[in-house]
């Protein structure tokens, strides 16, 4: 490993990290204004580029505007998302009146119905097992043509809808650029919703709860105080809605308590109690895995050695969750299509002819391109545990089944992805990108019912999947079709909420196959270190990893910027275009906005004219929370900013462009996430040092096909990260729900 000197020292500094909800539940986002001094768009749009906030609500545009792609296709999910839920309506249809339920169900109903009527305290019903909502009968009959994008259903906010909020807005102190975002949040009546409940505005896209306090003090006067129903109701919705920007579907019941209590929430359990009743949260009673199941008495002592339990009952312990009922349903829908998946297989030794082809088809390869075949053979769904180079396997995988006649489609998290994949089995048509596939873009298309038509979906980078588009994906499969997911476990979990391919892996519920492909070259023996916790010092005689201390921020920039524009392109061939710069967070002396700012001055100089843009600026679009694509300013006019993502073109609108744009050639780890880049530049100024974990690094030292160069002021933080610091766990319920549907795990 190449080093370069380093120079003066590093003044403390801060920087911006992944939220982090434990006992807070708080997105760490840097302190800007909101109703009382202005928006926190910028910031919020800057967080949801790598899944640590949700992008601010839609403002208001021309009812004329062309609807761009990535609308269309955001469009296009919700569309999705309606037919899945009917489909399954159809199938089970509604429970009315809880007169279909009995048994443990019949109680779930009875203790939410005692908690509505304020019969029981909430503690109480939390010890009674919850269970999931029928999904609501849909308006519409199903759709019988493939998914294709269109305008979003419903239509932005009225102009006499925004004023009217604006004037609220007003009274309060709230600045007027809220009002169109308001609107959209709140729907109609908004500004109705508004003066019966202030602390509404939460709803809205970076409002903090302190913010929200002071407009419903401003509205309310005398009549506002810390222990408001409404209030407490509000942040305990807002608490859950950042648990799930920090990966999280559900919260521990103790977590949420202690967070609404350090809100100055009085009365936490009566807080969680009336969001349960007006059903702006779930309750859930998880067993604990693992768990003993203790013995009661009926006389309250516990059990003695020889006491069959036969005069007392069986608790078995549980932890008690509270979740928003989006991510809920979202969860068991994945659940349940999941079990349906590894079900609708024939069995072993029931497949039929289709066998001796898929084994001839297996004999052919080797290795674990050859257990991965035979695996995706005899089951419904299979795992694929590898790294860059062990791609080729799945890609192998779809020739195979593609040479055999089968319908077969894969699917990477990037358009760069995407290319990789055409490349490596030269099936152009067969490689999408998982976004495209569910838009109707790209893709085989779907049958009357709705479903995809294909026999096997291979899916790449199946880490990036949060628990809604992984549910999309596997409720869009028809029955009988594979599945195999294929990613690198050692990366990054999604952007959105969820650990759906962790947590797979730790159900242990169908095949894993292991790839046995190491990574080659330097690069790749500095990764695998890392993997396992180690931080190698690796031969690098082609300067394929270069190190460069640094002492200070300052000094990290310009050696920086020296790296991208000069040397890089010197000593390794490759282009300043071509080279990607990463770094822990947006904020702080070296994060994200320093560096684009003067990368930007050295690259592409320009005046800004447009929103801070010029012509040739490398740009990441972010229309939605977690959705970033990568691309370059072509031009600006009165319409707005006009870009190239992935080669498609996309138009801004110009009142959106603060929110959905923003200079990359600097980006986050998680905004890396998934793509790849001839050269990259790692930038870790002494500040990063605490946000600092194994994936992180590992994510960002992977990223670089060529070289990687690792601008470093952390000094020994950096190993004793990449040993000690794990993952930043995420509550999720996927285990917990497919254990009793998929009892008997595959080997």
Not at 28 to 54: F, K, L, V, Y
Not at 180 to 194: K, M, N, P, R, W
Not at 223 to 252: K, M, N, Y
Not at 258 to 273: F, I, M, T, Y
Request: net charge negative.
């Amino acid at each position: 490993m190449s080093t370069e000197p380093a120079a003066a020292e590093e003044p403390e500094a801060e920087v911006e990290t992944r939220a982090e909800v434990e006992v807070r539940v708080e997105a760490e986002r840097d302190s800007e204004a909101g109703p009382e001094g202005g928006t926190a768009a910028s910031e919020a749009t800057e967080a949801a580029a790598d899944g640590t906030a949700e992008s601010p609500a839609e403002g208001t545009a021309e009812g004329t505007a062309e609807l761009s792609e990535t609308e269309a296709e955001i469009a296009a999910q919700r569309e999705l998302r309606e037919r899945i839920e009917q489909r399954k309506a159809s199938k089970e249809g509604p429970i009315e009146a809880g007169t279909k339920l009995s048994g443990t169900a019949a109680d779930l109903l009875a203790a939410v119905r005692a908690v509505e009527s304020g019969e029981k305290p909430v503690a109480t019903a939390f010890r009674e097992p919850e269970r999931r909502r029928p999904a609501p009968s849909p308006a519409l009959s199903p759709a019988q043509e493939p998914v294709r994008p269109r305008r979003p259903a419903v239509p932005e906010p009225a102009r006499e809808a925004v004023d009217a909020v604006g004037a609220v807005l007003a009274e309060g102190g709230a600045p007027p650029a809220l009002a169109a975002a308001t609107a959209a949040a709140l729907g109609e009546g908004a500004d109705e919703q508004l003066r019966a409940d202030p602390w509404q505005l939460l709803r809205v896209g970076g409002v903090r709860p302190e913010q929200a306090d002071g407009f419903a003090r401003a509205l309310l006067g005398s009549a506002c105080g810390p222990d408001d129903e409404r209030r407490g109701r509000a942040i305990t919705v807002w608490l859950l809605e950042q648990a799930a920007v920090a990966g999280h579907t559900a919260l521990d019941a103790s977590a949420l308590s202690a967070a609404l209590g350090q809100r100055a929430v009085p009365d936490p359990d009566a807080a969680v109690q009336s969001a349960l009743a007006e059903g702006d949260a779930l309750v859930f009673q998880d067993a604990l895995e693992g768990a003993e199941v203790p013995v009661q008495r009926a006389d309250g002592e516990g059990a003695q050695e020889g006491d069959d339990g036969a005069d007392g009952e069986q608790e078995r312990p549980v932890r008690v969750l509270i979740g928003l009922e989006r991510y809920a349903m979202a969860e068991e829908s994945l659940a349940d299509g999941l079990a349906r998946v590894i079900n609708s297989l024939p069995k072993e030794g029931d497949a039929g002819p289709e066998a001796a082809e898929w084994e001839a088809a297996a004999a052919r390869a080797s290795g674990s391109t050859a257990e991965l075949i035979r695996a995706a053979a005899g089951h419904g769904l299979v795992l694929h545990l590898g790294g860059e180079a062990a791609r080729a396997e799945p890609a192998a995988l779809v020739t195979a089944a593609a040479a055999l006649g089968l319908r077969v489609c894969a699917a990477a998290h990037s358009a760069d992805g995407r290319r990789r994949l055409a490349r490596a089995t030269g099936l152009e048509e067969a490689a999408v990108t998982v976004a495209g596939l569910l838009s109707g873009e790209q893709g085989p298309g779907r049958d009357a019912d709705g479903a995809l038509a294909l026999d096997l979906l291979v899916v790449l980078d199946a880490p990036q999947l949060d628990v809604e588009s992984a549910a999309m994906l596997v409720e869009s499969l028809p029955d009988g079709a594979r599945l195999v997911l294929s990613g690198d476990p050692g990366v990054l979990w999604s952007a959105g909420p969820g650990r759906v391919f962790a947590d797979l892996v730790a159900a242990r519920c169908c095949p894993q196959i292991v790839s046995r492909t190491p990574d080659p070259g330097p690069l790749g023996e500095l990764t695998s270190g890392i993997g396992i916790g180690e931080l190698l010092q690796v031969e690098a005689p082609g300067k394929e990893v270069v190190l460069v201390p640094v002492r200070d921020a300052p000094e990290a920039i310009h050696r920086t910027v020296q790296l991208v524009a000069d040397s890089v392109p010197r000593a390794i061939g490759v282009p300043a275009e071509q080279t990607q710069v990463i770094t822990p967070g947006h904020g702080g002396a070296a994060g994200t906005r320093a560096l684009n700012t003067a990368l930007k001055e050295r690259l592409n100089p320009g005046p800004g004219r447009f929103g801070g843009f010029d012509p040739g600026d490398r740009v990441a679009h972010v229309p939605a929370a977690g959705r970033t694509t990568l691309g370059q300013v072509v031009r600006a006019d009165a319409e707005g900013l006009h870009l190239e993502c992935d080669g498609a073109p996309v138009l801004v609108r110009k009142e959106r462009v603060e929110q959905e744009v923003r200079h990359a050639w600097a980006l986050t780890a998680h905004q890396a996430a998934g793509l790849r880049w001839p050269a990259v530049v790692v930038v870790l100024p002494g500040d990063a040092a605490q946000s600092l974990t194994r994936p992180w690094v590992y994510t960002a030292f992977s990223r670089g096909e060529r070289h990687l160069s690792v601008v470093q002021g952390v000094e020994a933080a950096l190993p004793r990260a990449v040993a000690e610091r794990l993952w930043k766990d995420r509550t999720t319920r996927l285990r917990t729900l497919l254990r009793p549907q998929v009892p008997s795990a595959a080997s």
